[in-house]
Nanobody
């Protein structure tokens, strides 16, 4: 599975951005597509998880502001981020979790930087 993330940039507080993550390869084996972020000097954290069945799990810090969606025809997952705050500044990564008879594997995109200015 290969993941290509895009859409990051610089935005003022209160603004919006939409991130995209295009998946290719063995996309049929993906159990979940997730967005993580890593703020400067901090550990990577889950932003939202999206299962193949469509269930979502948002971090409390982004509930009501971020929305994940999927375009199945394009194998692309989007993260719409509204009402952005300076604390949302981070490198955002898309992640694909693949399960098989030999185990569970994580694949990562290259990351896209989101900077929110106050």
């Amino acid at each position: 599975v290969q993941l290509q993330a895009s859409g990051g940039g610089l935005v003022q507080a209160g603004g919006s951005l939409r991130l995209s993550c295009a998946a290719s390869g063995s996309v049929g084996s993906i159990n979940a597509l997730n967005w993580y972020r890593q703020p400067p000097g901090k550990q990577r954290e889950l932003v939202v998880g999206l299962t193949a069945g469509g269930s979502t799990d948002y971090a409390d810090s982004v509930k009501g502001r971020f929305t994940v969606s999927r375009d199945g025809t394009k194998n692309t997952v989007y993260l719409q981020m509204n009402s952005l705050k300076p604390e949302d500044t981070a490198v955002y990564y898309c992640n694909a979790r693949v399960g098989s008879h030999v185990g569970i594997f994580d694949y990562w995109g290259q990351g896209t930087l989101v900077t929110v200015s106050s």
